[in-house]
């Protein structure tokens, strides 16, 4: 897309947890946006004032959580009678919110970084799309052109983490099998080496 920066920040919005990695020129690193751990619980519950996100919604009552809000995008058959259409994208606008207003990624400047979402491979361009628009409520600048299959973007991290590190030159076919909390997805890359994979 004309005009915007090359994507330096990754965001994986998944079905169990949420994170948020910055791409430095030679490796990736995982950006901590959780409260004990480094990504953020995809949950969300009820409270008095509004919703609440990840640790915080963890502590309130089952009856009152949601969890795996994104299956709900997967498969709306799936979602209960007490969860709304309007719900769901409450939902997922809050939790993207709530991480890009996060301290360290605000840091980050993720407008003039630049921003690649994860989306499951499964996905069809309206469930793309929702997303996208989502992520921009949200505050992140992003499009279904901004999008990656989840088990594409695993396989280049996989590969590019074996040329940078062990200093491999793989080639050739390589199988994932990205075995998530809501979908299997399975993607094969064609890797070609240059001067680099």
Do not use: N
Request: charged share 25%; glycine share 10%; with cysteine.
């Amino acid at each position: 897309m004309a005009g915007k920066a090359a994507p330096r920040v990754g965001i994986d919005f998944g079905t169990s947890t949420t994170l948020v990695a910055q791409w430095s020129g030679a490796s990736a690193r995982v950006v901590p946006i959780g409260d004990l751990r480094p990504w953020l619980d995809t949950v969300a519950a009820r409270g008095r004032d509004g919703w609440v996100y990840g640790i915080e919604a963890e502590g309130m009552p089952i009856t009152d959580v949601v969890r795996s809000v994104k299956r709900y995008i997967t498969d709306p058959a799936t979602k209960p009678a007490s969860i709304s259409d309007s719900d769901v994208d409450e939902v997922v606008t809050g939790i993207l919110s709530h991480v890009a207003t996060h301290p360290a990624v605000r840091e980050l400047d993720v407008a003039k970084a630049g921003v690649r979402l994860g989306c499951p491979a499964q996905w069809d361009g309206h469930q793309r799309r929702r997303l996208a628009e989502l992520a921009t409520l949200a505050g992140i600048d992003a499009s279904v052109d901004d999008m990656v299959d989840e088990p594409i973007g695993a396989g280049i991290d996989w590969v590019m983490t074996r040329y940078e590190t062990k200093k491999e030159q793989p080639a050739g076919r390589v199988l994932v099998i990205d075995i998530g909390g809501g979908t299997l997805d399975v993607a094969c890359l064609d890797v070609v080496f240059d001067a680099r994979p």
